[in-house]
């Protein structure tokens, strides 16, 4: 049942994806999903 599952998650063309897999999807559009972190340290004195 892993296997099943493993393969339709992963190496599975998918129609909402183009009939890509979804790990080609994300390696094809990984810049588009990319966010740059803002969240800074913060000092606090007490």
Avoid: F
Wanted: charged share 25%.
């Amino acid at each position: 049942m892993v296997d099943y599952l493993l393969w339709y998650n992963l190496k599975r063309p998918h129609y909402a994806l183009g009939q890509i897999s979804p790990v080609d999807y994300i390696k094809i559009n990984e810049d588009k999903y990319k966010k740059k972190c803002n969240m800074l340290w913060t000092h606090t004195l007490g």
